[in-house]
């Protein structure tokens, strides 16, 4: 089995933090995120590992060196879907089954193994791993039989009638060649066009429900969810508020105040007097005394001036400029 991580997207709502740097190239507690995603695959024994590549292509690359992690690239000149990044490596991936993951989540603890069983048991072309709908979700789900095979992914193919709670993908797909096949040039989708065109041809395409938890890591809440929940495990504190990760090179005053989870970045810099609370702060992040930062994502070589009180914020540096923008919660959790 081969393996492609889709990693091309702007992250657009996480700007500016992902305006130079991609999504999946943050740190999530210290490790990028495409990272844990690539060592997830490896200790479910895939070690051919293909990336798609298009906006801040660099990032991701230092990313992963840093990381100690090699797999090969496919770049995009433009974005061409799910769909289209399984046709621009169809090389890397010729003849094999594929696992096809969102280098953009993070997944804790999956188990893929049981999810290939199934997979191989109902002779499935292509399945969606798939879980429980999280509470106060808007989104369409995936609804199936009771023997998994797919019905309709939101909503389509249109007509026929529902059964049962619609469920929500998780990001993870198992494909045979042939379903590969069926793929061609230019921008597709999986979810939305080719899914759907084999559930309305009667091909055996199937979802596997399971139960772990999942994050999408694309809004700041979700995010620092994310980040809260492994800085706490790798902390080992059972008390949040006392559960900080901190990078090396760092100078921190005595008098200041780090409340957890919060995560404080490779050679930051934090003056006299300033707090830090349930906030993740990349590289040489530098908070003049008297700072307060609260809820926030703040992107490398970020300064804050004395006195200021940023809070449920996402700043970055962009062209030399820093940029601020605040963020609200999002209505569905993690």
């Not at 660099?58 to 061409?80: D, H, K, M, N, Q």
């Not at 769909?83 to 993070?106: K, P, Q, T």
């Not at 199934?118 to 995936?142: C, I, K, N, Q, W």
Request: proline letters at 7%; a neutral charge.
């Amino acid at each position: 089995m081969k393996a492609i991580v889709l990693a091309a997207g702007f992250g657009t709502r996480l700007k500016p933090l992902t305006q130079n740097r991609s999504k999946v190239a943050l740190p999530l507690a210290g490790i990028p995120v495409v990272a844990r995603v690539i060592r997830l695959l490896r200790s479910f024994g895939v070690e051919q590992i293909a990336l798609n590549l298009h906006h801040a292509p660099r990032s991701v690359r230092e990313a992963l060196e840093r990381a100690g992690e090699r797999v090969t690239f496919c770049c995009e000149e433009e974005i061409l879907g799910t769909g289209g990044a399984l046709w621009g490596a169809r090389s890397f991936l010729a003849g094999s089954r594929v696992l096809m993951i969102n280098g953009d989540c993070y997944y804790d603890a999956p188990d893929l193994g049981a999810a290939l069983r199934f997979h191989e048991s109902r002779g499935s072309l292509a399945t969606m791993v798939l879980v429980d709908m999280p509470p106060g979700e808007s989104y369409r789900g995936v609804e199936t039989a009771a023997d998994g095979r797919l019905l309709r992914i939101a909503g389509r193919p249109e007509g026929g009638q529902r059964r049962g709670a619609a469920l929500h993908f998780s990001g993870i797909h198992i494909l045979e060649p042939e379903y590969l096949g069926r793929i061609g040039p230019g921008f597709s989708d999986i979810n939305s066009r080719h899914h759907v065109e084999a559930i309305a041809a009667g091909l055996p395409v199937f979802g596997y429900h399971t139960a772990f938890p999942c994050y999408d890591l694309g809004t700041p809440s979700r995010f620092l969810a994310a980040a809260a929940e492994l800085i706490c495990r790798e902390a080992g504190s059972p008390r949040p508020e006392r559960a900080v990760v901190i990078g090396p090179g760092c100078e921190i005053d005595s008098s200041a105040t780090i409340i957890g989870p919060a995560e404080i970045g490779p050679g930051c810099r934090i003056g006299g007097n300033c707090t830090v609370a349930r906030s993740v702060l990349l590289e040489n992040v530098v908070l003049e005394p008297g700072c307060t930062v609260t809820d926030s994502l703040l992107g490398e070589g970020v300064r804050v001036a004395g006195g200021m009180h940023p809070d449920r914020v996402v700043a970055a540096k962009v062209s030399g400029k820093l940029v601020v923008r605040p963020w609200e919660a999002d209505s569905r959790p993690g």
